[in-house]
């Protein structure tokens, strides 16, 4: 069990409290200097006739994903439980709400389905929770308690934790629920005996946390965000929210908009006035802003939209997550309609990447997307960002005095990017349009200006390679058996890979932030170098194995996991052995 | 073609040439000889002359229809957007730079049809917007359909036996919306229009004029004479300052008032803004 760390999963009904157990055990280890990785799973529904857990996986060495199966299972619901039995491993055990009889216990609705393999403590929550609380709403805390002494972990840190969080209900609300706490404890202490023990090294540091949704508005601030417009959707609304309180510090705003529609078009107007935009969305709002991204590709406006893709087509899943937006945002658009795609695969990156974002966009007047998704944006992870803040950043290319003698907003050059002045700054004007024109701005349907446009805006594309960050290749250089992912997975698929090697077979992965444009020359060197090469994504089409296809002319092993599903690692391992043989 | 539209076809080139003479842009409009939309253009050059508007600070953003080409046609920044959406873009440019001057110009499809729902959240906002919305109660760039402005019982391509819903008012809407300036004039009426442009941009907040601009190429039943039968001027000891009398004559069908309906002091959204955030530049008193 300590190898890898341990995996908890808390699980129960919408409004059991699961996501609050999640975060006071994660934040106890957190505190302990552990490295972690948590992720809420829940129902579309705010209270009740919804399943809810959290699985925390805990390590003294680094957490890139949420591994196989899981190690302990604490059970709030009983019948929402019995299906999670499944994942908990031989070495695992179950921690359930039963009286403290025997007959209860023998009659209790889950101890038939518990495997003989895994251990099961029942612990009377529902009890020890009226004791001390006088309602059933302390079962999670008391459960925490439980689970804190099977484990082997010192009380203190957790009872620091339940009181900051609930100091603010008052004194007496924290100490019940350290009540409550204790009860747990000292139950399994009288009962059970510890089942384990998580080491835990000296001199670890308190470590802090932070999910994807927090690094990309973090990032989008530290790099001169100075205008948000967004509309609520699961998964991204936490971005907007996050922007809310933090971008009016900062010299900006956030304007709630009316629809997806609105907030795109009032992110074109910012950036038409010369100021850092974006806006958040997931993949029913980035349908309705297609025809805006359109119109940004058209008039060369730059627009950052950070979209956090959860279960579709149409309404879909809405707290699930997947890969399933890359054929909207490579496509989306009427006409030839090239536009920047970008795919963070860790919290860093989603803070990085967005900050890249940013340069790009308004360096090379052009829409990015940037396709983070659900299991990514609401994972809470260590904070392990280095930040890079200016305030007043900003790539425009301006002109030159000569050049403002005979202005053009569409300049031809050598680059494809013309430069740009801004409204209230002196020297020239100009209008711009979704219609075709000419160099001017005027529009123009002539056949000659309308390829010489095209040509423009696709020469920016060429041009951007310059500027794109070197791909990520990993694992044996060496080896026969190539990966390449994007996004969210590729901590798994690390994890797969390294599975894969212990047991007897070595591969390699590349993989960019940047899936268009992408530093094609690695690529295709790294595809050149491969027998067999192997894309697992999130989706069940094979989106981005379809992108790979068409630009490298390869012929890849595609392995889908549709929504719901994550890529685990002991599946990538079984791939990567399988086409070994 | 009878002797008054005449006169608006021989005038409208005149506009045209007074455009070009003026060196606005470099472009001749390219509305039809007599076309309603001439008037208000020279009465938005007018207005940004007499309000000494730097045309580096004049954004003007428009939708798509007739009335879309005005930015080409003006001297300052111009962004002709999507169809329905010259609202919201215009929100940004002039959140992202309140400095700026920022007229939104757009048709009866664009504004109530296809970009309806982001009207009422511009006026309700006070968001120190101009907006003019040329009504000519038809799809002119499309040849001639029916809009959401169309009158009850008119024939067109796409309700080809008669049009069987309830034409919008587009100045009850912005006084329901709660827009601080609403007024509405006939398109040929240059005085008034110039007038009523300049004080709209001069508001500080969402102001809203609705011009009656007929289209002289599609419309069979609102014409130059239809409309200049039934406007009248508002009655002249009228004040525009109860919202409910506002709400009452912009109704009246018989006659159509035109004038300034409503004129409220109110906070900008922008004044609201900067309160918010100068209130976060404070110190917090300690506890």
């Known amino acids: 069990m300590n190898k890898n760390g341990v995996t908890v999963r808390f699980c129960g009904n919408a409004g059991d409290g699961i996501v609050t157990s999640g975060k006071i055990w994660s934040g106890a280890l957190a505190q302990m200097g552990l490295d972690l990785m948590v992720n809420d799973n829940f129902s579309a529904e705010i209270r009740g006739n919804g399943k809810s857990t959290t699985d925390i996986r805990v390590s003294p060495k680094k957490v890139r994903s949420m591994g196989d199966g899981i190690d302990v299972l604490v059970a709030m619901s009983d019948e929402e439980a019995i299906v999670e039995l499944g994942d908990v491993k031989s070495t695992g055990f179950v921690i359930y709400d039963c009286d403290d009889s025997e007959e209860a216990r023998e009659n209790h609705p889950l101890t038939k389905h518990i495997p003989g393999n895994i251990k099961a403590y029942p612990v009377p929550l529902k009890v020890f929770s009226n004791q001390t609380t006088n309602s059933n709403i302390g079962r999670n805390i008391v459960s925490i308690g439980a689970l804190s002494y099977l484990i082997g972990l010192p009380s203190d840190m957790f009872v620091k934790l339940i009181k900051d969080k609930l100091l603010k209900k008052g004194e007496r609300v924290a100490q019940m629920n350290i009540d409550a706490f204790s009860l747990g404890r000292n139950f399994c202490r009288e009962n059970f005996g510890q089942h384990t023990s998580l080491d835990v090294p000296e001199g670890l540091k308190p470590k802090t946390m932070i999910t994807g949704n927090a690094a990309v508005a973090q990032g ?56 850092r935009a974006m806006t958040s969305t997931a993949g029913p709002g980035l349908a309705l802003m297609s025809e805006m991204i359109n119109m940004g590709v058209m008039s060369e406006i730059p627009l950052v939209i950070a979209n956090v893709q959860r279960g579709g087509p149409s309404t879909g899943l809405p707290t699930k997550s997947e890969q399933g937006d890359l054929n909207i945002a490579m496509y989306g658009g009427s006409g030839d309609s090239p536009r920047v795609v970008m795919a963070p695969s860790t919290c860093e990156e989603c803070y990085t990447g967005i900050q890249l974002a940013f340069d790009l966009a308004e360096k090379y007047q052009t829409p990015v997307i940037f396709l983070s998704d659900l299991f990514l944006g609401q994972q809470t992870v260590v904070n392990s960002l280095t930040p890079k803040v200016e305030k007043e950043r900003s790539t425009r290319i301006k002109p030159t005095d000569d050049a403002l003698m005979d202005y053009n907003r569409f300049q031809s050059t050598k680059t494809g990017v013309s430069p740009w002045v801004v409204p209230g700054e002196e020297g020239a004007f100009y209008s711009i349009t979704g219609l075709e024109h000419s160099e001017t701005g005027n529009p123009n349907f002539d ?77 295709q060197k790294f595809f050149d170098s491969c ?28 392995v889908h996991c549709p929504g719901v599903l994550t890529v685990s690692p002991r599946q990538i391992a079984d791939k990567i052995k399988e086409v070994n043989v | 073609m009878n002797l008054l539209q005449k006169r608006h076809v021989l005038e409208s080139f005149e506009r045209a040439k007074a455009t070009k003479a003026k060196a606005f842009r470099d472009e001749l409009p390219t509305w039809c000889p007599g076309c309603g939309h001439f008037t208000p253009l020279q009465g938005l050059y007018e207005a940004a002359e007499r309000l000494e ?55 009866d499809g664009d ?66 919306y709660g827009a601080t300036f609403v007024a509405r004039v006939f398109s ?48 002249s000891d009228y004040t525009p300052d109860d919202h409910v ?30 309160d918010v955030k100068a209130g976060l530049q404070k110190p917090v008193a300690s506890v």
């Not at chain 2, 040849?143 to 049009?163: A, L």
């Not at chain 2, 240059?190 to 601009?213: E, R």
């Open chain 2, 53 to 107: 508007i730097d045309a580096k600070d004049f954004v003007l953003v428009s939708g798509i229809g007739c009335s879309g080409r005005f930015p080409f046609f003006i001297k300052g920044f111009g962004l002709h957007s999507l169809h329905g959406r010259a609202i919201p873009v215009a929100t940004g440019v002039k959140l992202a730079n309140p400095e700026l001057n920022v007229v939104v110009v757009g048709g």
């Open chain 1, 220 to 275: 989008a601030i530290d790099c001169g965000l100075k205008f948000f417009a967004g509309y609520p959707i699961t998964p991204a609304t936490t971005i907007m929210e996050i922007v809310a309180k933090e971008l009016p510090k900062n010299g900006g705003w956030m304007l709630q908009t009316e629809d997806e529609i609105a907030a795109i078009s009032s992110v074109l107007g910012s950036w038409f006035a010369g100021k």
């Open chain 1, 531 to 558: 027998v067999h090469i192997i894309i697992p994504e999130m989706n069940h089409s094979g989106q981005y194995a379809s992108v790979m296809k068409s630009r490298y002319g390869i012929r890849p092993i595609e």
């Open chain 2, 111 to 176: 504004g109530v049809g296809i970009g309806g729902g982001h009207f009422p959240h511009a006026a309700r906002s006070n968001l120190d917007l101009s907006y003019l919305l040329l009504d000519n109660a038809i799809y002119g760039l499309t040849k001639g359909q029916t809009s959401p402005t169309s009158p009850m019982g008119m024939v067109s391509s796409t309700t080809p036996y008669e049009n069987i819903s309830k034409p919008l008012n587009a100045s009850t809407m912005a006084l329901t």
């Open chain 2, 188 to 235: 040929q009426e240059k005085d008034q229009v110039t007038d009523l442009i300049t004080q709209a941009i001069a508001h500080k907040g969402f102001s809203f004029i609705h011009v009656l601009s007929p289209c002289i190429e599609f419309h069979k039943t609102i014409t130059y004479e239809s409309v200049e039968e039934s406007v009248a001027h508002l009655p």
């Open chain 2, 245 to 274: 009398e506002a709400l009452v004559l912009s109704e009246s069908t018989d006659p159509i008032y035109t004038g300034l309906f409503l004129e409220k002091k109110s906070p900008s959204y922008e004044d609201r803004m900067n």
């Open chain 1, 447 to 523: 056949a000659g200006v309308h390829i010489r446009m095209q040509d423009k805006r696709s020469k920016k594309f060429e041009s951007m390679k310059a500027d794109l960050p070197t791909p990520k290749i990993l694992g044996d250089k060496d080896a026969k058996i190539g990966l390449t992912c994007w996004g969210s997975p590729l901590g798994a698929i690390i994890e797969g890979m390294e599975l894969a090697r212990e047991e007897g077979v070595s591969s390699k992965l590349i993989s960019s932030v940047m899936i268009n444009p992408q530093p094609e020359k690695e690529f």
